[in-house]
């Protein structure tokens, strides 16, 4: 394995500054893990790539720039344990790129697990759709729930500190909903706290900014009329404008790339997030079948990646191959193959970045030594918290593993011409057979 250690002996001599601190995460030691493999594949001189890192260099450099990730899949990423693992080590490997807590969606109201790194409770009668059901009753958006308060009055009250190692505060929060007039807007408690409120009907939410930092959200809503719309929530976003790294996990329970399709305000609100790197992590429950139809994970998958790349034309995109698992929690299961297959195929076609999980595991029926080794659960389809911390620390090493690569060997310096497109613009995106779209 390359040496943890060059990544900042480069920098260093890119930034001309003193000696980076030590490197804080040590990787435990597997013998059935494939280090070796653990990066990001179809990254290097991928021009959407080396944008993405140029801006990461701008933020270790200058201590400018918001880097915007958008992590999207199923219970892995809604429990937040792995993905809450990468969003520490990508905002405390070096000093002062903190950035800001994000989009989440406060999941105790939908009556489902909540990552423990925020603490919220609430109150009032709500009413719940999840993509994953076939026709959910409510309009969804890019958290894949939506929720619906049925009483005259709810309320709900976040804090965005509960966590023991980073510090989250805000002076800017987005309460993605149906709200399009001043009309029952929610109000952020005390009302002193807020300087100005901006309804944004082209990204879907209302805006409070605010006079100061604070760490907690007290949110009111109120609706006598209950002849009117229904007040629903989408999701919120707690931001500022510091430096660093706005890591957005999004999950739900039981979610397929189909789900995410029914999501009406999908391309809205991710185009609000303005995301520099989406990630791609889905594909556990669509191989826990004894059906599964290789030919459809494909064509949705192009129809997902359509639709974001519509609303993030310039995001980096990574696809994640999903973790070997058991099927019906009893065999041995190859779909797992099948879909990284597809994966790769589409990441080769269409300029994506791809991360082998699936290899870097150990490949086929895997899932039975991390599980006798205390890291995956009795189903043999999710990780203990030991396995999920230790996923999250190899997607962080196969980060910079690959950032590695692209400061060893940046693309040519290449001087325009009169005539012709210029050779640094981003590589072009063929036409998805499926949808059509470019």
């Known amino acids: 394995m390359r040496n943890r250690f060059l990544l900042y002996i480069i920098l260093s001599v890119q930034t001309a500054m003193a000696q980076l601190p030590p490197y804080p995460f040590d990787l435990p030691q597997y013998s059935f893990i494939h280090y070796n493999t653990n990066q990001f594949e179809l990254v290097l001189k991928n021009p959407r790539y080396c944008d993405l890192f140029a ?12 880097i915007k990730i958008v992590h999207l899949g199923g219970s892995h990423i809604q429990a937040d344990v792995y993905t809450h693992r990468i969003r520490q080590e990508l905002q405390s490997f070096y000093p002062g790129i903190l950035g800001s807590r994000g989009f989440f969606f406060p999941y105790p109201i939908a009556n489902t697990n909540s990552p423990s790194n925020l603490w919220i409770t609430y109150s009032g009668d709500w009413q719940t759709s999840k993509n994953t059901q076939s026709e959910p009753a409510y309009t969804l958006g890019l958290s894949g729930i939506t929720s619906v308060l049925t009483s005259p009055a709810g309320s709900l009250k976040i804090v965005a500190s509960y966590d023991t190692v980073q510090h989250y505060d805000f002076n800017r929060i987005k309460v993605f909903c149906n709200v399009s007039s001043t009309d029952n807007l929610p109000k952020v408690n005390p009302g002193n706290l807020v300087k100005d409120v901006i309804i944004n009907k082209a990204g879907g939410y209302v805006q409070y900014n605010l006079n100061h930092y604070t760490d907690t959200l007290d949110l009111f809503i109120q609706q006598p009329d209950p002849a009117n719309e229904l007040f629903q929530l989408y999701g919120i976003s707690l931001e500022n404008d510091d430096p660093g ?42 191989g826990n079948t004894r059906l599964f139809d290789k030919e459809t994970y494909r064509d949705e998958y192009l129809i997902l990646l359509d639709s974001i790349r519509l609303a993030a034309p310039g ?18 299961n190859s779909n797992t193959a099948q879909m990284r297959e597809v994966i790769f195929e589409i990441a080769r076609s269409y300029g994506y970045g791809v991360w082998d999980f699936y290899t870097i595991m150990g490949g086929l029926n895997s899932a039975m030594t991390w599980y006798n080794n205390g890291l995956m659960n009795k189903d043999r389809i999710h990780f203990s918290k030991p396995g999920y911390l230790l996923k999250g620390d190899l997607f962080f090493y196969a980060f910079l593993n690959s950032w590695n690569d692209h400061l060893l060997n940046p693309l040519p310096i290449i001087l325009p011409i009169a005539i012709g ?17 470019q």
């Open 315 to 332: 995001a980096a995109i990574l696809l994640t191959v999903p973790n070997d698992s058991y099927l019906l929690k009893r065999y041995i």
């Open 245 to 286: 790294v706005v890591y957005n996990a999004i999950g739900v329970n039981g979610a397929k790339l189909e789900s995410y399709l029914r999501c009406g305000l999908f391309s809205k609100q991710l185009r609000a997030l303005d995301p520099d790197w989406v990630i791609i992590s889905i594909g556990t429950n669509e």
């Open 55 to 66: 801006k990461f260099d701008t933020l270790i450099k200058t201590g400018e720039n918001q």
């Open 421 to 437: 497109p210029n050779p640094h613009s981003p590589i072009p995106n063929p036409i998805h057979p499926v949808s059509g779209i």
